[in-house]
């Protein structure tokens, strides 16, 4: 297992912009595949964005709900998974956790990941 720490989350307004940072610790993320999920009040946890690891081409995949808006990506630099959110909505409020799998294939499935960092809040004001 990987240790995760997000940040980068807060407040904005509908319309703007903010990017998360997923960062590792103790491992090189780039030999992890790690995807993105958000949980809002009362919904389960639901997948966002995967990543595949660098030896997999860094393949993507999106969320229908994000396509367009948000892209995943690499800072091999600093050993972090971003997550650029654009054109927000009131309904991306939740918490975003990064999660993240050895295996070289990206997955929307939250039990496909071993290890999950402890969640930052984002909130779209309307």
């Known amino acids: 297992q990987v240790q995760l720490v997000e940040s980068g989350g807060g407040l904005v307004q509908a319309g703007g912009s903010m990017r998360l940072s997923c960062a590792a610790s103790g491992r090189t993320l780039s030999d992890y595949t790690v995807g993105w999920f958000r949980q809002a009040p009362g919904k389960e946890r639901e997948f966002v964005a995967t990543?595949?690891?660098?030896?997999?081409?860094?393949?993507?995949i999106y969320a229908d709900s994000v396509k367009g808006r948000f892209t995943i990506s690499r800072d091999t630099a600093k050993n972090t998974v971003l997550l650029q959110m654009n054109k927000l909505k009131s309904e991306d409020t939740a918490v975003y956790f990064c999660?993240?799998?050895?295996?070289?294939?990206?997955?929307?499935?939250?039990?496909?990941?071993?290890?999950w960092g402890q969640g930052t809040q984002v909130t779209v004001s309307s």
């Open positions: 990543i595949t690891r660098i030896s997999a081409a860094r393949y993507t």
């Open positions: 999660a993240a799998r050895s295996a070289y294939i990206g997955s929307k499935e939250k039990s496909d990941y071993d290890s």
